[in-house]
């Protein structure tokens, strides 16, 4: 009698179930948002060119100089021995202050920090103060 002897390997056999497909549909559906920002930046267009680089001369100045100077028509100067820009004419063309202006600034006062401006910004500032000659 021989009796087989089943060595059964239990083999692990997994199912990658490979098979059943997903058949489900991704429908792309893309939003496109398009933002037109119909920015009507208004400046008037009659604001002239020259009026424009004052307005940046002035704030220029509001933000260095107005500690110490007057910018405008009528308030004496916060530093009283610091000349009101609307003077400044009254002392020179104030286009002679180009130069001054592009090499440094250097007044006869120690008070006065040098200032360096760039050739544009010099033109807005005296754009600028051509604005204060009557
Ligand atoms: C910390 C104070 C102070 C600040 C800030 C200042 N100044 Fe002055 N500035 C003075 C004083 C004080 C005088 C007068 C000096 C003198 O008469 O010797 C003067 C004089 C001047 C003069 C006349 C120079 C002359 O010889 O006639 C000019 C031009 C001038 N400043 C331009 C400027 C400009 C432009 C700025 C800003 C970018 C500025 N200052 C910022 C204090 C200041």
Not at 6 to 20: C, F
Not at 82 to 94: D, E, G, N, S
Not at 122 to 133: D, P, V
């Given at each position: 009698?021989?009796?087989?002897?089943?060595?059964?390997?239990?083999?692990?056999?997994?199912?990658?179930?490979?098979?059943?497909?997903?058949?489900?549909?991704?429908?792309?559906?893309?939003?496109?948002?398009?933002?037109?920002?119909?920015?009507?930046?208004?400046?008037?267009?009659?604001?002239?060119?020259?009026?424009?680089?004052?307005?940046?001369?002035?704030?220029?100045?509001?933000?260095?100089?107005?500690?110490?100077?007057?910018?405008?028509?009528?308030?004496?100067?916060?530093?009283?021995v610091a000349p009101p820009f609307r003077t400044l004419h009254q002392r020179y063309?104030?286009?002679?202050?180009?130069?001054?202006?592009?090499?440094?600034?250097?007044?006869?006062?120690?008070?006065?920090?040098?200032?360096?401006?760039?050739?544009?910004?010099?033109?807005?500032?005296?754009?600028?103060?051509?604005?204060?000659?009557?």
């Amino acid at each position: 009698m021989r009796r087989a002897i089943n060595t059964d390997v239990p083999g692990a056999a997994r199912d990658l179930g490979a098979g059943g497909a997903a058949t489900g549909r991704h429908s792309g559906i893309r939003w496109l948002v398009l933002v037109a920002v119909a920015a009507s930046v208004g400046l008037p267009q009659h604001a002239s060119a020259q009026a424009e680089r004052a307005q940046r001369g002035l704030t220029f100045a509001r933000v260095n100089c107005a500690r110490c100077h007057s910018i405008d028509k009528v308030s004496p100067s916060p530093l009283a021995v610091a000349p009101p820009f609307r003077t400044l004419h009254q002392r020179y063309p104030v286009e002679t202050l180009e130069e001054a202006l592009a090499e440094g600034i250097v007044t006869g006062h120690p008070t006065m920090p040098e200032f360096r401006l760039e050739p544009d910004q010099i033109g807005n500032f005296i754009a600028f103060l051509k604005t204060l000659e009557p």
